[in-house]
């Protein structure tokens, strides 16, 4: 069994920067992938980016490419998202997820354990 706890959302105004941050616990040494998500209000959950837990291979969304940057700390568990030049677009909850399975990670339906979520909230 793995706990997730996002933290670190809050309101930032447009072209601001804020890292969010996911500690896991339990059995920890079952997780292969790490990702984050985020969900708007009427749209469907979209992936943003994963890192794999072991390697550190990266994968982002064309839309957070360039802007996001995903890294962990297997030391502490915790897995950030640094997020740079914010946009209104950018706002959302989100999530944070972990995947028994390594691979790439962009389908939620395929992690095993998820965070409760941070709001991110962007001023324009």
């Known amino acids: 069994q793995v706990q997730l706890v996002e933290s670190g959302g809050g309101l930032v105004q447009a072209g601001g920067s804020l890292r969010l941050s996911c500690a896991a616990s339990?059995?920890?040494?079952?997780?292969?992938?790490m990702g984050w998500f985020r969900q708007a209000p009427g749209k469907a959950r979209e992936f943003v980016a994963s890192i794999s837990w072991s390697g550190g291979r990266t994968y982002y969304a064309d839309s957070v490419k360039g802007r996001f940057t995903i890294s962990r700390e297997n030391a502490k568990n915790t897995v950030y998202l640094q997020m740079n030049s914010l946009k209104f677009e950018d706002a959302a909850v989100y999530y944070c997820a972990a995947d028994r399975m390594l691979r790439l990670g962009v389908n939620y339906e395929e992690y095993d354990y998820w965070g409760q979520g941070t709001q991110v909230t962007v001023s324009s």
């Open positions: 339990g059995r920890t040494f079952s997780i292969r992938t």
